[in-house]
Antibody
Framework: QVQLQESGPGLVKPSETLSLTCSVS????????WSWIRQSPGRGLEWVAY???????NYNPSLRSRVTISVDTSKNQFSLRLSSVTAADTAVYYC???????????????????WGQGTMVTVSS | SSELTQDPAVSVALGQTVRITCQGD??????ASWYQQKPGQAPLLVIY???NRPSGIPDRFSGSYSGNTASLTITGAQAEDEADYYC???????????FGGGTKLTVL
């Protein structure tokens, strides 16, 4: 069974850059889309970005100007960078695998079938 | 539209049936998936597609659709089903992923 593990600093200063890595174990990073999803304390889930093992990526429009997602297939890892952070970026950050499937008309759909345990990142001076 | 709307809270008596809904224009095009989240835990996929359950998810969980609304039904709710439930899909462009605001389910 594929397992995901987030890693990175738990405390980031305002205006600095948050950097997180998700390590994929017991399975290959190839052939899937991989996402970062965050959850502010007491709030709901917010999709941040996804990347395909080929390198194609897409971002939440509300965060696009500050987010970079990348993949390192040789290390079976993908990473998130979020610049110019503020207290509003304080959240549990999850990495997740997206299971893609097709309907009868050939349209693609997805679901996040495997999640990391999450890592809490606090933005504070 | 990139929005998915859920009722903030729903309650159900032990052993009864409850339906949790998720509304959004993109659901006319893309399937929803449903996640159960208990305090301090990562979300768990419980339903995806038209009505598919991952391995290990009890068959009391089911999914359905009507127009722009996806529904998660728990038939015979158990105490351990008390949790937050989130729907997720793609936005109308298909390029971005979106989550509903979540529904807190209380089992009485």
């Amino acid at each position: 069974q594929v397992q995901l593990q987030e890693s990175g600093p738990g405390l980031v200063k305002p205006s600095e850059t948050l950097s997180l890595t998700c390590s994929v174990s017991t399975g290959s990073i190839s052939s899937y889309y991989w996402s970062w999803i965050r959850q502010s304390p007491g709030r709901g889930l917010e999709w941040v970005a996804y990347i395909h093992y080929s390198g194609s990526a897409n971002y939440n429009p509300s965060l696009r100007s500050r987010v970079t997602i990348s993949v390192d297939t040789s290390k079976n890892q993908f990473s998130l960078r979020l610049s110019s952070v503020t207290a509003a970026d304080t959240a549990v950050y999850y990495c997740a695998r997206e299971l893609d499937y097709y309907d009868s008309s050939g349209r693609i759909h997805g679901a996040f079938d495997i999640w990391g345990q999450g890592t809490m990142v606090t933005v504070s001076s | 539209s990139s929005e998915l709307t859920q009722d903030p809270a729903v309650s159900v008596a032990l052993g009864q049936t409850v339906r949790i809904t998720c509304q959004g224009d993109s659901l006319r095009t893309y399937y929803a998936s449903w996640y159960q989240q208990k305090p301090g835990q990562a979300p768990l996929l419980v339903i995806y597609g038209r009505n598919n359950r991952p391995s290990g998810i009890p068959d009391r969980f089911s999914g359905s659709y009507s127009g722009n609304t996806a529904s998660l039904t728990i038939t015979g709710a158990q105490a351990e089903d008390e949790a937050d439930y989130y729907c997720n899909s793609r936005d109308s462009s298909g390029n971005h992923r979106v989550f509903g605001g979540g529904t807190k389910l209380t089992v009485l």
